[in-house]
């Protein structure tokens, strides 16, 4: 598996009871979504959208308004956005963002060809605060892309996220940070048609094999606090992303 150092990790844990922990390395990231149709977000704990059409762009310079679930939650903004036709010929916007401790852009890129014919999951939930979404190719149901900011809950469901299951890997540190102690941790990925686990260093890029099939996965942030935390709106993180490669 090859790793690409997105931001500064000093070394690699194998396991918890390794004595040698690394610096709490926190990514960032961010999805949301957006619509030409007169639809309204309401105002409800959880928002659930899923719609299958054609991919017909993706560009950075799209412009319509994420005004469904907009990317201004953590001020990042949307560096790749996907623009979807469905079939009742309405377009929709799919935006996302991925950055490293130091803000620096590494947002991957969407490689399905234009014309593909796509099914979207986009969930969020508690306002937008955690977030994610599901693209997959309609044939053959295999993940184009997907990503998750999980912040203080998880966005994405057991399964839903096609062949692929995603959780806090290997222990990597321990840190004290304002709102109190947390354990820092890798990300694991494990195609579940061949159990094959591959695990990735937060922030840092690997190569995955999910069904047979190359991605590109990112661990963007991974850990838990050891008790709740002393702060508002502060919780336990798990961020990734996973874009195919290049067919």
């Known amino acids: 598996m090859r790793a690409v150092a997105l931001a500064v990790v000093l070394a690699a844990c194998g396991g918890e009871d390794d004595p040698t922990p690394v610096d709490l390395a926190i990514g960032h ?10 639809v309204i977000a309401p105002d409800v704990e959880e928002l659930v959208y899923t719609f299958g059409g ?30 979807i036709k469905d079939s009742n010929q309405v377009r929709w916007l799919l935006g996302w963002v991925v950055q490293n401790e130091q803000g620096q852009d ?10 593909t014919q796509v099914n979207l999951l986009f969930r969020a939930v508690e306002g937008g605060a955690s977030a994610g979404f599901v693209l997959t190719e309609s044939g053959s149901g295999l993940v184009e892309a997907a990503l998750e900011v999980g912040h203080t809950r998880n966005a994405l469901g057991a399964g839903e ?3 692929t ?17 947390a354990h820092g941790y890798n990300v694991a990925f494990e195609s579940t048609s061949d159990g094959v686990v591959s695990e990735v260093a937060p922030v840092n890029e690997g190569e ?3 069904a047979s099939v190359g991605y590109d996965a990112t661990a963007i942030a991974a850990y838990e606090y050891d008790s709740e935390p002393v702060c508002s709106d502060v919780g336990n993180e798990l961020i990734w992303s996973l874009f195919r490669q290049p067919r």
Do not use: K, S, Y
């Not at 961010?30 to 149709?37: E, S």
């Not at 299951?165 to 102690?181: K, R, Y």
């Open 165 to 181: 299951a995603i959780w806090f890997g290997a222990w990597a540190t321990t840190v004290d940070l304002e709102c109190g102690t």
């Open 208 to 210: 995955v094999t999910i």
């Open 29 to 38: 990231a961010d999805t949301c979504l957006g619509t030409a149709a007169d």
């Open 161 to 163: 996220v096609p062949n």
């Open 54 to 83: 054609e991919l017909e762009a993706v560009d950075p310079a799209l412009g319509l308004d994420f005004n469904l679930i907009p990317c201004d939650e953590r001020d990042l903004g949307a560096t790749q956005i996907a623009q």
């Open 106 to 115: 590494h947002t991957p890129v969407l490689n399905a060809p234009i014309g």
